[in-house]
């Protein structure tokens, strides 16, 4: 079953534009991570936030998380045409063995 | 290596027949996760690994799934009697730690699965 679910499911922006994602999940959690996937292949991971966190920031992104409301955005600030690919959040399953994946949201980034 | 390694990239398989993926991890990681990502989909948990201990299988589809790790270091991922649903990504990753910290995982590039 999926932890986390995406809004939207998909996104077309113009380079030089503020993207953001969204996610919620149903169970407590440990930390949430936001992961890239470029072209359907292998997953990169972008940032971790840990549950006593409610803003981290690498580079341009900048995560928030709220777990009052089991939710949790990405935004990417001035987006380029490199940053088209699908985003995931994940949470670790309640055993602690794997991570639980939404079904992730596709944004385009157009020059 | 420098990243996680999977083998083959592409296979292409006819109904019934069994296939082997392969995955190697990263050196040190005690932790492997084998996932599956089927068209439009999030990825799906199918195994994981931790040192010596059993291993998490509580997310294999089925019987004809099966998965080995030998030595603590490569593994295996093995699919009987392929069907037609079997047809996805299989995405190998490995990390540092596991159970009660959910550490950064890496990612592998996939094996693109297709039945025929």
């Known amino acids: 079953s999926q932890q986390g679910e995406e809004d939207p499911q998909a996104l077309s922006i113009q380079e030089g534009e503020n993207a953001t994602m969204n996610c919620s999940y149903k169970?407590?959690?440990?930390?949430l991570q936001w992961y890239r996937q470029n072209s359907g292949r292998g997953l990169v991971h972008l940032i971790l936030?840990?549950?006593?966190?409610r803003e981290k920031h690498s580079g341009r992104l900048r995560v928030t998380l709220d777990t009052s409301k089991k939710s949790s955005s990405l935004l990417i600030t001035a987006s380029r045409a490199a940053d088209t690919a699908s985003y995931f959040c994940?949470?670790?399953?309640?055993?602690?063995?794997?991570?639980?994946f939404g079904k992730g949201t596709t944004l385009s980034v157009s020059s | 290596g420098a990243g996680v390694s999977q083998s083959p990239s592409n296979k292409v398989t006819e109904k019934g027949k069994d296939v082997e993926l392969r995955c190697d991890p990263i050196?040190?990681?005690?932790?492997l996760y084998w996932y599956r990502q089927s068209l439009g989909q999030g990825l799906e948990f199918l195994i994981y690994f931790q040192g010596n201990s059993a291993p998490d299988k509580s997310g294999l589809p089925s019987d004809r799934f099966s998965a080995e790790r030998t030595g603590g270091s490569v593994s295996t991922l093995t699919i009987q009697r392929t069907q037609q649903e079997d047809s996805a990504v299989y995405l190998c990753?490995?990390?540092?730690?596991?159970?009660?910290?959910?550490?950064?995982?890496?990612f592998g590039p996939g094996t693109r699965l297709t039945v025929l």
């Open positions: 169970t407590s959690i440990n930390n």
């Open positions: 936030i840990r549950s006593n966190e």
């Open positions: 990753a490995s990390s540092f730690a596991s159970g009660g910290r959910r550490d950064e995982q890496f």
């Open positions: 994940a949470t670790g399953n309640q055993a602690g063995t794997a991570l639980i």
């Open positions: 050196s040190g990681h005690t932790a």
